[in-house]
């Protein structure tokens, strides 16, 4: 049981480029998540997917496109790259239990990404 | 806005003593979890607390979570070395889904 697959593992960028990050799920979980971690400031939250077929935005989406592809799949997109959004990214997911409330997320192993 | 305050953000500990940290959150919430980071890896999942008074106890350290006061504590007995590592809360609510975490505490825990 692999968990929450993310790939790759380290990227460079210049800025303007564009790339994709990958993720995948195998825990059969509905809600997927995207979130980017900095020196200092924890994680926040970029966007996520409450079930195949919806997105929505988080605390920091501006820059950010995502993609849930099917119920496992949930990409992160960054169309122009820039500096500031030189970080680590963390693609997590979480089971709703019958309706309750428990978010408890499983991360993956993370992204580091540096934009030049 | 879920505002959630975790202090203090350093500490560095001796082995064999005790600790505590803390996490205060800015809004009605009665889900908290707590995660360890250790450096260049990812979030491992410590506790989680699904109501007012809960009370989890994993080894040295034991989380409880106070909803009236928005409160929880990370309490760490008799301190080891291998317990050195980032510790997060992460609160539930806020009018978003997914968690709003704290900064993280980082831990060292010195011989």
């Known amino acids: 049981n692999a968990g929450v697959t993310q790939t790759p593992k380290f990227q460079v960028l210049k800025t303007g480029q564009s790339m994709t990050l990958q993720c995948a799920q195998d825990m059969n979980h509905n809600s997927m998540y995207w979130y980017r971690q900095d020196p200092g400031m924890g994680l926040r939250l970029i966007y996520y997917?409450?079930?195949?077929?919806?997105?929505d935005k988080g605390e920091v989406p501006n820059g950010y496109n995502v993609s849930r592809l099917n119920k496992r799949e949930f990409s992160l997109r960054l169309e122009s790259a820039a500096p500031s959004q030189t970080s680590v990214y963390f693609c997590?997911?979480?089971?709703?239990?019958?309706?309750?409330?428990?978010?408890?997320?499983?991360f993956g192993s993370g992204t580091q990404l540096s934009v030049l | 806005e879920l505002k959630v305050e975790q202090n203090p953000l350093f500490l560095s500990m001796q082995e064999g003593k005790n600790y505590t940290i803390y996490c205060n959150y800015s809004t009605t919430s009665d889900r908290l979890y707590w995660y360890r980071q250790d450096p260049g890896k990812s979030l491992e999942s410590l506790f989680v607390l699904l109501s007012n008074g809960a009370v989890k106890q994993e080894g040295r350290l034991m989380a409880s979570l106070d909803t009236k006061a928005r409160l929880s504590t990370l309490h760490i007995t008799a301190a080891v070395h291998d317990l050195s590592a980032t510790y997060f809360c992460a609160v539930a609510g806020g009018g978003a889904d997914g968690l709003t975490f704290g900064k993280g505490t980082h831990l060292i825990i010195q011989p």
């Open positions: 997917s409450a079930s195949e077929g919806t997105t």
């Open positions: 997590a997911s979480s089971e709703r239990q019958g309706g309750g409330t428990n978010e408890k997320l499983f």
